[in-house]
């Protein structure tokens, strides 16, 4: 069975610190998709950034990173000079590799942003 | 290029009653999921649809049913409502459940139940 585990509940940051909302998944396939989904109040998922699990190279976009490593089964999600925008709920989700539209979610990270 | 839809926007229904709620992928998707969150809970995928057909379900009592017309549109229904019904009810498509897609997901239905 897939699961997702996200461990901060809540974070509070104040406007332009970096924030790193960490995500720890475990699947028995080898195939597989990682997926970072932002829900603002109004309730609505917003896809973020999708990996696979044979690209583990972390990229940059924007002020959004993430860091995939297989080893630890961790997907990391960085937002550089947070922005009050920024404040909503994060969910990281992970999807079996041939199975596109069912997905297995964490409960979330609500992250504020202060001004 | 228009995204999910669903509808109604809100509903509040009174425990034993049924509901229907509607949704319209994304234009290209023929694939939709559904999807129940709780208040303070990630999403829990309830059944996905493609080709008019169930595919796959997930861990959601009888109560729960769907439909998927020709045009790819969907509906979910809950029989016999329970106050622990309540929720955010998302609908999610994908261009094909067998390739490896990004799913997207409509604004929701929020439910009440009393």
């Known amino acids: 069975a897939q699961k997702v585990t996200q461990a901060q509940t809540e974070i509070s940051v104040v406007e332009k610190e970096d924030v790193t909302l960490d995500c720890v998944y475990e699947t028995r396939d080898t195939t597989y998709y990682l997926f970072w989904y932002k829900q603002p109040p109004s309730g609505e998922l917003v896809f973020l950034i999708r990996?696979?699990?044979?690209?583990?190279q972390n990229e940059i976009s924007g002020r959004y990173s993430w860091n995939f490593q297989k080893s630890t089964s961790s997907f990391n999600f960085t937002i550089t000079a947070s922005q009050v925008v920024d404040s909503a709920v994060y969910f990281c989700?992970?999807?079996?590799?041939?199975?596109?539209?069912?997905?297995?979610f964490g409960d979330g990270t609500t992250l504020t942003v202060k001004p | 290029d228009a995204g999910v839809t669903q509808s109604p926007t809100h509903l509040i229904k009174t425990r034993g009653q049924q509901v229907t709620l509607r949704c319209s992928p994304k234009?290209?998707?023929?694939?939709v999921s559904w999807y129940q969150q709780a208040l303070g809970q990630g999403p829990q995928f309830i059944f996905q649809y493609y080709e008019e057909e169930e595919r796959q379900r997930g861990n959601f009592p009888d109560r729960f049913s769907g439909h998927q017309f020709p045009n790819y549109s969907s509906e979910l229904n809950v029989n016999a409502l329970l106050l622990g019904d309540s929720a955010l009810y998302l609908c999610?498509?994908?261009?094909?459940?067998?390739?490896?897609?990004?799913?997207?997901f409509g604004p929701g239905t929020r439910l009440l139940v009393l």
């Open positions: 999610a498509s994908v261009r094909s459940w067998r390739t490896a897609e990004t799913q997207y």
């Open positions: 234009s290209g998707h023929d694939t």
């Open positions: 990996r696979n699990s044979f690209d583990e």
């Open positions: 989700a992970l999807s079996e590799g041939a199975n596109a539209g069912k997905s297995t």
